[in-house]
C-alpha cells in the first residue's frame, strides 16, 4: 500500500489544519461516490453521525440504494423473527 504524503507547504497553501484538509478529502470523496459513509468518516477521523452532519450542512445527500433498502427490510424481517 502506497502512502500519500502532503509536503508541508501545500498545507500551508490550504490555510487548513491536517485534521481538516482530511474532512475535506473525505467530503469529496464521498460526494463522488468513490467511499461508502462508513469509510469516508473513518477517514475523516469522525463518527458516521459527525459526518453526516457534516455532509447534510453541506447538502450533500447520503447515499441509500435500492440494494441498501432491500438488506435493511430483511433485517428488519430477520429481527422481528426473534422478538415474536
Request: aromatic residues 8%.
Amino acid at each position: 500500500m502506497k502512502m500519500l504524503t502532503i509536503p508541508g507547504e501545500i498545507l500551508l497553501a490550504t490555510r487548513m489544519t491536517y485534521k481538516e484538509l482530511r474532512q475535506e478529502i473525505a467530503v469529496m470523496l464521498y460526494e463522488k461516490e468513490k467511499l461508502a459513509l462508513g469509510q469516508a468518516s473513518q477517514f475523516a477521523g469522525m463518527s458516521q453521525m459527525q459526518f453526516q452532519n457534516l455532509i447534510a450542512s453541506r447538502h450533500i445527500p447520503i447515499h441509500y440504494d435500492i440494494e441498501e433498502l432491500e438488506q435493511d427490510f430483511e433485517t428488519i424481517i430477520e429481527s422481528r423473527s426473534f422478538i415474536d
